[in-house]
C-alpha cells in the first residue's frame, strides 16, 4: 500500500489579527506538510458568533500570504456548515448519548457551591454537576416545547462506556485517552448548535487531516477528540503539540498586544523572513 499523504492544517478563530504566536503555529503545520510532500489546508473556525468578524477572517488569509504561505482552496469555513454538526449532535442524541442541559453558568455554580464534594477540575473547568442528566424524558420535552435555551452535552459515562478503551499517537509516541477528564462538556452551544471540540472533530475528519498539528495548551482536548471519533466512527489523525510562543516577558502572545501581530510587523518594515524568524521558524 503506498504511504497515505500527510494532510495538515491551520485553523484559527477570525477574532483578531494574527500574532507570532499563530505564523509559528501555521509555518509548523505548513512546513510539516511540506516536508511530506504533502498537503496543507486552511480553515476558518468561525463558530462563536459574537466574537468572530469577517474582516479577521479576509486579514488572516492576507497576513498569511504575506508571510508566505500558500494553501489549498477552498477554505473551509465552520459558520458555512452549521446543519452538518447539528446532524451529528442529532445521530448522538438518537443513541442518548448527548441530552439538553438548560442550566445557566448561575445554576451550575450554585449546584457546585451546594455539593458537599470539590468539583473534579476538567481542561475546560470544573465538572458539570450533573443536574439535567437526570431530568425525565417528558420534563425535557415540556422544557424545549415551552421553548427554553439549552445546550446539548455530552454523557460522559455513557459515551466512554460505549467506546470502550481508547489510544492515540502524539508525536508518534502511544497514549492513552482519558476523555473522562472533561466530564459531561457542551458539544451543543445554547447559542449555536456546535462547539470548538465537536466542529475541529468534524471537520479534521471531513477534511481528511492525517496530523493534527497546534499549541500544546489544546493537548489535553485530544483525549475528548479521540472519544469522538471512535463514536462517530470518524478517521483517527496524529497529533503533534508544539510549545506556546512566549514574549520577552515570558507570557503568552495575545491577540490584544499590536506590537506582535503581523500587521503590525509588516507596517513597522520587517520582512516576510525577518517575521519567520521571529517566530521562530526561519527558513
Ligand atoms: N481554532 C483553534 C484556535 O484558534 C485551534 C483549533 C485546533 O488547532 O485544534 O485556538
Same mark, same amino acid.
Given at each position: 500500500?503506498?504511504?497515505?499523504t500527510?494532510?495538515?492544517?491551520?485553523?484559527?478563530?477570525?477574532?483578531?489579527?494574527?500574532?507570532?504566536?499563530?505564523?509559528?503555529?501555521?509555518?509548523?503545520?505548513? /512546513?510539516?506538510a511540506?516536508e *511530506?510532500?504533502?498537503?496543507?489546508?486552511?480553515?476558518i473556525?468561525d463558530i462563536?458568533?459574537?466574537?468572530?468578524?469577517? &474582516?479577521?477572517?479576509a486579514?488572516?488569509? %492576507?497576513?498569511? *500570504?504575506?508571510?508566505?504561505?500558500?494553501?489549498? /482552496?477552498?477554505?473551509?469555513?465552520?459558520?458555512?456548515?452549521?446543519?452538518?454538526?447539528?446532524?451529528?449532535? &442529532?445521530?448522538? *442524541?438518537?443513541?442518548?448519548?448527548?441530552?439538553?442541559?438548560?442550566?445557566?453558568?448561575?445554576?451550575?455554580?450554585?449546584?457546585?457551591a451546594?455539593?458537599?464534594?470539590?468539583?473534579?477540575?476538567?481542561?475546560d473547568?470544573?465538572?458539570?454537576?450533573?443536574?439535567?442528566?437526570?431530568?425525565? &424524558?417528558?420534563?425535557?420535552?415540556?422544557?424545549?416545547?415551552?421553548? *427554553?435555551?439549552?445546550?446539548?452535552?455530552? #454523557?460522559?459515562?455513557r459515551?466512554?462506556?460505549?467506546?470502550?478503551?481508547?489510544?492515540?499517537? %502524539?508525536?508518534? %509516541?502511544? /497514549?492513552?485517552? $482519558?476523555?473522562e477528564?472533561?466530564?459531561?462538556?457542551?458539544?451543543?452551544?445554547?447559542?449555536?448548535?456546535?462547539?470548538y471540540?465537536?466542529?475541529?472533530?468534524?471537520?479534521?475528519?471531513?477534511?481528511?487531516?492525517?496530523?493534527?498539528?497546534?499549541?500544546?495548551?489544546?493537548?489535553?482536548? $485530544?483525549h475528548?477528540?479521540?472519544?469522538?471519533?471512535?463514536?462517530?466512527?470518524?478517521?483517527?489523525?496524529?497529533?503533534?503539540h508544539?510549545?506556546?510562543?512566549?514574549?520577552?516577558?515570558?507570557?503568552?502572545?495575545?491577540?490584544? #498586544?499590536?506590537?506582535?501581530?503581523l500587521?503590525?510587523?509588516?507596517?513597522?518594515?520587517?520582512?516576510?523572513?525577518?517575521?519567520?524568524?521571529?517566530?521562530?521558524?526561519?527558513?
Open positions: 500500500m503506498p504511504p497515505a500527510v494532510v495538515t492544517r491551520f485553523a484559527p478563530s477570525p477574532t483578531g489579527y494574527l500574532h507570532l504566536g499563530h505564523a509559528f503555529a501555521a509555518l509548523f503545520a505548513h /512546513r510539516l511540506a *511530506a510532500g504533502g498537503r496543507f489546508l486552511l480553515r473556525e462563536d458568533p459574537l466574537r468572530c468578524r469577517p &474582516e479577521f477572517a486579514a488572516i488569509e %492576507e497576513d498569511l *500570504a504575506w508571510l508566505g504561505l500558500a494553501w489549498e /482552496r477552498p477554505v473551509r469555513v465552520q459558520s458555512e456548515h452549521l446543519a452538518d454538526y447539528r446532524r451529528v449532535l &442529532e445521530a448522538l *442524541a438518537a443513541r442518548g448519548l448527548v441530552y439538553p442541559c438548560f442550566c445557566t453558568r448561575a445554576d451550575i455554580a450554585r449546584e457546585i451546594a455539593s458537599a464534594e470539590a468539583p473534579h477540575q476538567g481542561p473547568g470544573p465538572h458539570y454537576p450533573g443536574t439535567c442528566r437526570a431530568l425525565r &424524558e417528558d420534563e425535557r420535552r415540556g422544557r424545549i416545547a415551552a421553548g *427554553a435555551p439549552y445546550a446539548l452535552r455530552l #454523557d460522559m459515562a459515551a466512554a462506556a460505549a467506546a470502550g478503551p481508547l489510544a492515540f499517537r %502524539e508525536a508518534g %509516541e502511544p /497514549r492513552v485517552a $482519558t476523555p477528564i472533561f466530564g459531561d462538556v457542551v458539544l451543543g452551544r445554547k447559542d449555536t448548535p456546535a462547539s471540540h465537536l466542529c475541529v472533530t468534524h471537520d479534521d475528519a471531513a477534511q481528511g487531516v492525517t496530523l493534527v498539528t497546534r499549541a500544546e495548551d489544546l493537548r489535553p482536548a $485530544t475528548l477528540h479521540r472519544l469522538l471519533q471512535a463514536l462517530l466512527g470518524w478517521q483517527v489523525p496524529q497529533w503533534r508544539h510549545p506556546l510562543r512566549v514574549g520577552p516577558d515570558g507570557r503568552r502572545h495575545a491577540k490584544r #498586544d499590536r506590537s506582535v501581530t500587521r503590525d510587523l509588516r507596517a513597522a518594515g520587517h520582512t516576510p523572513a525577518a517575521v519567520r524568524a521571529l517566530a521562530g521558524l526561519p527558513d
